[in-house]
């Protein structure tokens, strides 16, 4: 386990899922360790035996599992496997950082308000893969990354915050990502650190920011 340093707070446990190199996943343990999140990264889970994110972690001494995704016949199978991976860690916060799989609702639900991931679009738009391609095609002038709460819905969720780009006209999507990947990387340990002091919390259906209704999504 990785542990982040002493803070007034109790530290929450992290679960965090990943399928390829982690690069937030690596973010949110630098993060921990300067004390900016206070808390521990209990367990990395990741649905590939290859992903190199699990190299880092093995590196880092951070408690590892594979699920590999192949081994299961449907989603129900594979997330109810997950989930009793997850419970071994007491009240798990869950952080997606790169998980390429689409979750179910059961799944969802049993961590409602603990579940969330970042997507390199300003969602609601682009949902899916290839956003900054998409971004580029569609002529947007403002691209970006979201926080959001999991639900069953691909990328639909209710948008915590968003971090914000400009788009250029010699922009590619290879361009494009690496500035968003900048932005990630600051937003994501932003968020994750109010949603685990109770700054963030999603009650009834709606988001609250210090107990007050979120009208729009924090922005940055």
Partial sequence: M???????????SLVILISGRGSNFQTIHQACLLGAINADIALVISNRPDAAGLVYAREQKIRTRV??????TSRNQYDLALSSVIDTIEQPFVILAGFMRRLTGSFTRRYTSRLINIHPSLLPLHPGLDTHRAAIEHGDRWHGCSVHYVT????????IARAVVPLYKQDTPQLLAARVLAKEHMLYPH???LCLTGRIEWKDGHILHAGIPLQYPLAF
Avoid: F, M
Wanted: glycine share 8%; with cysteine.
């Fill in 2 to 12: 990785s542990k982040c340093p002493d803070t007034a707070a109790p530290a929450r």
């Fill in 67 to 72: 699920l590999n995704h192949s081994d299961y």
């Fill in 152 to 159: 069953e819905k691909l990328d639909g969720g209710p948008v």
């Fill in 191 to 193: 968020v994750i650190q």
